[in-house]
T-cell receptor, first 112, second 116 residues
C-alpha cells in the first residue's frame, strides 16, 4: 500500500533559526496536504498542494510540491516559539477514494 | 460556526470492556472520517462516511471495531471488546468535499483511549 515517509521525526532549533520537514511518497500523489498539531491539540489544516512543482507561501511558511508529485517540503523561516508543534503531511493518490495517508509527523521544538 | 466535537475527551477502561466514542461533525459536512494515532506514530485512517454510507472502511483493524452514522449526522465508534493495542487518540474529522481535489479536513479534539 501507499506509504508516506516524513523526516526528521524531531527537530530542535533556536528561535530565529530556519526549519524544514520533508515528505516522500512511495506512489505518485494527486495532492498533498499539510497539518499542524499544537501540543495537546488536534491537527489543523494548513494548505493543500495540487500542481507539479507548486510553491505556496503563508507568511514565514513555504510549501513545495515536487515535480514528480512524490515529495513535498515545508520550510519555516526564522522560527518563533509559536511555531512549536507537530507538522504532518498527508498525501492522496490519483484516482483514490479521497483518503489521505499521513506521515509520522515532525515535532518542532523551538528554544527561546 | 461550531467545530467538530468529540466525546468523551478521555476514556480509561480495562481490557475486555466496551467503549463507544462519539463524533459530531460540522453541520452540513457530508464527509466524516475516523483516524487513530498511537504515540509517536502516523495518524492512521480507520474509515470514511459519506452521509450515512460507509465509503471506505479499509483501515478498520478488525471486527472488534464498529462504526455507525445513523441519519448522516453524528457518528459513533464502538470497540468491543477492547484490547491493550487499541490505546491511542481517536480523531474524527469532517469535510464538505464532494468532488475534485480540494479536501480541507476539520479535526475534532480527539478522544484519548487508554486500555489497561
Amino acid at each position: 500500500g501507499q506509504q508516506v515517509m516524513q523526516i526528521p521525526q524531531y527537530q530542535h532549533v533556536q528561535e530565529g533559526e530556519d526549519f524544514t520537514t520533508y515528505c516522500n511518497s512511495s506512489t505518485t500523489l494527486s495532492n498533498i496536504q499539510w497539518y499542524k498539531q499544537r501540543p495537546g491539540g488536534h491537527p489543523v489544516f494548513l494548505i493543500q498542494l495540487v500542481k507539479s512543482g507548486e510553491v505556496k507561501k503563508q507568511k514565514r511558511l513555504t510549501f513545495q510540491f515536487g515535480e514528480a508529485k512524490k515529495n513535498s517540503s515545508l520550510h519555516i523561516t526564522a522560527t518563533q516559539t509559536t511555531d512549536v508543534g507537530t507538522y504532518f503531511c498527508a498525501g492522496e493518490t490519483a484516482g483514490g477514494s479521497y483518503i489521505p495517508t499521513f506521515g509520522r509527523g515532525t515535532s518542532l521544538i523551538v528554544h527561546p | 460556526e461550531a467545530g467538530v466535537t468529540q466525546f468523551p475527551s478521555h476514556s480509561v477502561i480495562e481490557k475486555g470492556q466496551t467503549v463507544t466514542l462519539r463524533c459530531d461533525p460540522i453541520s452540513g459536512h457530508d464527509n466524516l472520517y475516523w483516524y487513530r494515532r498511537v504515540m509517536g506514530k502516523e495518524i492512521k485512517f480507520l474509515l470514511h462516511f459519506v452521509k450515512e454510507s460507509k465509503q471506505d472502511e479499509s483501515g478498520m483493524p478488525n471486527n472488534r471495531f464498529l462504526a455507525e452514522r445513523t441519519g448522516g449526522t453524528y457518528s459513533t465508534l464502538k470497540v468491543q471488546p477492547a484490547e491493550l493495542e487499541d490505546s491511542g487518540v481517536y480523531f474524527c474529522a469532517s469535510s464538505t468535499r464532494t468532488s475534485g481535489a480540494y479536501n480541507e479536513q476539520f479535526f475534532g479534539p480527539g478522544t484519548r483511549l487508554t486500555v489497561l
